[in-house]
């Protein structure tokens, strides 16, 4: 069996992995980096989701690095794409005008800066990249971890390394090296939390979604009628306030039941778009909400249509967890018929804007998602297995109706810095969404530090936070940002022959380590200002 050794193996390339792996090849340290899926880039690639930042992400808010990224992802459309005179001169291009985010755009595009960031390492040589590979086992001595198997389609290789970076999008390093770890939601005895049930609901997660791109053009683009389009076109969730696939559902901040518009192509003004969290979760009109193409950003006749990217409340996948049960992989496919089984009714069904029926125009776009059966190559994963941490964060660190105008809880050992709601999509245990107003908050080191196990770090949505909290923690610049806290922090215990535990304990380690984050621009304090 082949064997792979470097300074760091960061196993998962999703935003996290990829930061993770740039801090430490910043560092002078060689990595190994896996990835499960033919593109790099996780929930803005792979599983298609445009970003979901903070409202102040222009200015401030997220590390140097993943500013860089963005500021990449707006050049290459202005080197590669033919804009508008008047979009290429916009300083804050949207390419896709979208309501969601400022910067709404194709997957593509992303994974292509993301290979621009991570190539000057490869051909040195210091930069190993398997993809796609998953992890299958891992080996363990006392607290340490000794090697993880990876599995690809040219077989089995082992990798080994100083450091273990778990940056899958469900921890799947954790039960593999039996490091501590919950799923699901804690019980209030355990957190405090104002939000959390009686009782510990292990099997209780967050929704995960299978999304897709279309547009919509002359002709019928009808799919096949998938083979579970009854049950779906039927499927009723309790609290819904209608059928699942429909135009109404609860409004995530009120749960008021409310229906939204549909309306494809609309000749609006990509560049008057305003997305802002602080103003409106931007959802009223689905096409615009996550349109990660605007054709009148780009020269006539370059765009036939606008492409939309859905990632809507009807594709929330209710029926079982993701992974920690033997029919994951039944739930997961069953989520992808769902995605098919969505656009099948908007296609056929739908009630549409100008009173007829349908919209077979609608055509799906698996050539920009990069999937074989047209959907996103990877399902949209909210919530993953998260360590038994040192610090575990929980609501009342960073809830606005908590901390009121004390800000979120500021920790001596942050290692950055992040903004989102509570955003909980409904669950497995058949809870609605539960959507919570959020101080700008901190991420503590003891969050990315295991209790017992010495090398294993985790770099994605696998850190000290609880079901609560993982929802405001799990979103694109928080991710990029624990993971590269959590690459410096082992390039740094590499550096100084120090553990984890002893930089958080080791008043004068810390301080170096810090120095070293904001050195390399990862901001760890708020100026003042108020969440939402």
Same mark, same amino acid.
């Given at each position: 069996m082949h064997e792979i050794h470097a300074d760091a193996v960061v196993v998962g390339g999703g935003l996290g992995g990829v930061a993770a792996a740039l801090a430490l090849l910043r560092a002078g340290r060689t990595v190994v980096l896996s990835e499960e899926f033919a593109w790099l880039g996780g929930q803005l690639t792979s599983q298609a989701v445009p970003p979901d930042e903070p409202s102040w992400v222009e200015e401030f808010g997220v590390t140097a690095?993943?500013?860089?990224?963005? =500021? @990449?992802?707006?050049?290459?459309?202005?080197?590669?794409?033919?804009?508008?005179?008047? &979009?290429?001169?916009?300083? #804050? !291009?949207?390419?896709?005008g979208g309501h969601v985010s400022r910067l709404c755009h194709e997957p593509r595009v992303a994974v292509a800066v993301i290979e621009a960031m991570l190539a000057g390492y490869r051909g040195p040589g210091r930069l190993r990249v398997l993809q796609p590979y998953r992890p299958v086992a891992a080996t363990v001595d006392g607290d340490r971890v000794t090697s993880v198997?990876? =599995? @690809?389609?040219?077989?089995?290789?082992?990798?080994?390394?100083?450091?273990?970076?778990? &940056?899958?999008?469900?921890? #799947? !390093?954790?039960?593999?090296?039996?490091?501590?770890?919950?799923?699901?939601?804690?019980?209030?005895?355990?957190?405090?939390?104002?939000?959390?049930?009686?009782?510990?609901?292990?099997?209780?997660?967050?929704?995960?979604?299978?999304?897709?791109?279309?547009?919509?053009?002359?002709?019928?683009?009808?799919?096949?009628?998938?083979?579970?389009?009854?049950?779906?076109?039927?499927?009723?969730?309790?609290?819904?306030?209608?059928?699942?696939?429909?135009?109404?559902?609860?409004?995530?901040?009120?749960?008021?039941i409310m229906e939204r518009s549909f309306t494809p192509n609309p000749d609006d003004d990509p560049l008057a778009?305003?997305?802002?969290?602080?103003?409106?979760?931007?959802?009223?009109?689905?096409?615009?909400?996550?349109?990660?193409?605007?054709?009148?950003?780009?020269?006539?006749?370059?765009?036939?249509?606008?492409?939309?990217?859905?990632?809507?409340?009807?594709?929330?996948?209710?029926?079982?967890?993701?992974?920690?049960?033997?029919?994951?992989?039944e739930h997961l496919a069953a989520a992808r018929e769902l995605s098919k089984s969505v656009l099948y009714w908007m296609q056929t069904e739908a009630p549409r804007h100008d009173g007829g029926t349908g919209y077979p125009g609608l055509r799906l776009r698996g050539d920009v998602t990069g999937s074989a059966d047209g959907l996103a190559q990877a399902p949209y994963i909210r919530e993953s297995r998260r360590i038994r941490a040192l610090y575990t964060v929980t609501e009342q660190d960073l809830s606005l109706a908590v901390r009121g105008d004390k800000g979120a809880v500021s920790y001596p050992d942050s290692v950055g810095i992040g903004m989102y709601r509570i955003d909980l999509h409904p669950s497995t245990g058949g809870d609605n969404y539960l959507d919570v107003a959020c101080s700008p908050f901190e991420i503590p080191l003891g969050a990315l530090i295991p209790r017992r196990v010495a090398n294993l770090l985790p770099a994605s949505k696998n850190i000290g936070t609880t079901h609560i909290t993982n929802g405001a923690y799990r979103l694109h610049p928080v991710e990029w940002n624990a993971g590269e806290a959590a690459g410096a922090l082992a390039a740094f215990c590499l550096d100084r022959a120090a553990t984890p535990h002893a930089v958080r304990e080791d008043e004068a380690l810390l301080a170096d380590f810090q120095h070293r984050l904001t050195r390399d621009g990862v901001s760890l304090r708020w100026p003042e200002i108020v969440g939402y």
């Open positions: 690095s993943y500013r860089a990224l963005r =500021e @990449g992802i707006r050049r290459y459309y202005r080197d590669h794409y033919p804009l508008t005179e008047a &979009a290429r001169a916009a300083r #804050e !291009l949207n390419p896709g198997t990876l =599995e @690809g389609e040219a077989g089995e290789v082992v990798v080994t390394g100083a450091y273990i970076l778990d &940056a899958t999008e469900t921890g #799947e !390093l954790l039960p593999l090296t039996g490091t501590e770890y919950v799923t699901g939601f804690e019980a209030r005895s355990e957190t405090g939390e104002p939000s959390a049930p009686a009782e510990s609901q292990p099997l209780n997660m967050q929704a995960v979604s299978v999304c897709f791109a279309m547009d919509h053009v002359d002709g019928d683009h009808t799919i096949d009628r998938p083979a579970s389009y009854g049950f779906w076109r039927d499927y009723q969730p309790p609290f819904w306030g209608d059928k699942l696939l429909s135009w109404r559902c609860p409004n995530p901040r009120t749960l008021e778009v305003l997305a802002d969290q602080r103003i409106s979760p931007g959802d009223g009109n689905l096409w615009t909400f996550r349109r990660i193409a605007a054709r009148r950003n780009f020269l006539p006749g370059t765009y036939a249509s606008d492409i939309t990217l859905v990632n809507w409340p009807m594709i929330d996948y209710l029926e079982g967890p993701a992974f920690g049960v033997p029919d994951a992989a």
